[in-house]
């Protein structure tokens, strides 16, 4: 049996994600939007490059929740994205409700599901989820750190012109400004990246990551980044499909590890079939300690917004 992925949202980081669970044939796929044939154009498209892409799933478009009916997951996407200016924070008021509305859908239709959210702003769009399908916390979970550490990468292996993959990072925290790039876990090829480059361009690569998604939308004008989200989300999917034990950072509900409660913040996650199945608590130092802690502390803030 293949597994069932539902894509809500069939714009470009939907679009993105759904095309490249398509591409590695892994799962069938139902694209949902609320746009009349949105879905269903992208969908058809889709599936007419199976037989090119020489993959066997089937995928379809929809404005409805019928066709989701127990789907094994299921990507939140909808929503807007920010335009030059703006903070990811800036998208709280609108994002939250398509997210509850969404997640009543999903509930009615997937009870059994694991939810992965991706719209803005991301930690507080988890919370909302996660509050709203009441389902436990290591099925409700978000991307952010897959693709702020994708960033991150990119940045050392152009600096020091090396294979990305050699480069290993890892960065916590909240999606935005308040991110905690792990400096002491950055290593090319098992070497610590402070023996390979000096303070100065270490910090400016970990500046650049933290704008990595402002970067985007200033040079695309109207929307943000979406290849490299897209794809990191479905790298998150097929690590439930394939029960592959990843470690991936991610937006995970915290009951105490890291001495937070009760908040969404992005932390190093075992995910497979059952989702998150272990939170990693890594030793940090004291400044990362509270840099994680204000990034925590800033999702809080947005939950009084969302009056939650
Ligand atoms: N977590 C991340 O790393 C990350 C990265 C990039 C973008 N994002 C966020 O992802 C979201 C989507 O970005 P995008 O670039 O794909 O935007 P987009 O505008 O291209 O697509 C959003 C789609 O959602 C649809 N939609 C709106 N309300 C809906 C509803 N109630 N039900 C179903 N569909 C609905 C819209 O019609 C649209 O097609 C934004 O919130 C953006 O900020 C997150």
Same mark, same amino acid.
């Given at each position: 049996m293949r597994s069932k992925v539902t894509v809500v949202g069939a714009g470009n980081v939907g679009a993105t994600c759904a095309f490249r669970i398509v591409e590695k044939g892994y799962a069938d796929v139902v694209l949902v939007d609320i746009v009349e044939g949105l879905p269903q154009g992208k969908g058809l498209d889709m599936l007419e490059a199976t037989p090119i892409l020489g993959t066997n799933v089937n995928v379809i478009g929809t404005n409805s929740y019928e066709e989701t009916a127990n789907s094994d997951i299921v990507v939140i996407t909808s929503g807007v994205a920010r335009k030059p200016?703006?903070? %990811?924070?800036?998208l709280v008021v609108t994002n939250m409700k398509i997210v509850q509305g969404v997640t009543e859908n999903i509930v009615k239709h997937s009870p059994n599901c694991i939810i992965i959210v991706v719209c803005n702003p991301l930690d507080a769009m988890c919370q909302m989820a996660f509050h709203t399908s009441k389902?436990?916390?290591? %099925?409700v979970f978000g991307q952010s750190g897959v693709l702020d550490s994708a960033r991150f990468r990119t940045f050392i292996s152009q600096e020091l012109n090396?294979?990305?993959?050699d480069v290993f990072t890892c960065v916590l925290g909240g999606?935005?400004?308040t991110m905690v790039p792990i400096i002491s876990l950055c290593t090319v090829g098992g070497v610590p990246i402070t023996q390979l480059l000096p303070k100065d361009k270490i910090d400016a690569m970990v500046q650049r990551t933290v704008n990595g998604g402002a970067e985007i939308v200033n040079l695309l004008k109207t929307g943000s980044a979406y290849y490299a989200p897209g794809v990191a989300s479905a790298q998150m999917v097929e690590a439930i499909v394939f029960d592959k034990k990843k470690i991936l950072p991610c937006s995970a509900y915290l009951?105490?590890?890291?001495?937070?409660?009760?908040v969404y913040a992005g932390v190093p996650c075992k995910i497979g079939k059952d989702g998150i199945e272990q939170i990693i608590e890594l030793k940090l130092s004291s400044e990362e300690d509270a840099a994680l802690k204000k990034s925590a502390e800033a999702v809080r803030g947005l939950l009084k917004v969302m009056g939650i």
């Open positions: 200016g703006m903070s %990811r924070d800036d389902f436990p916390k290591h %099925r090396v294979s990305i993959e999606h935005g400004d009951d105490g590890e890291y001495g937070i409660k009760g």
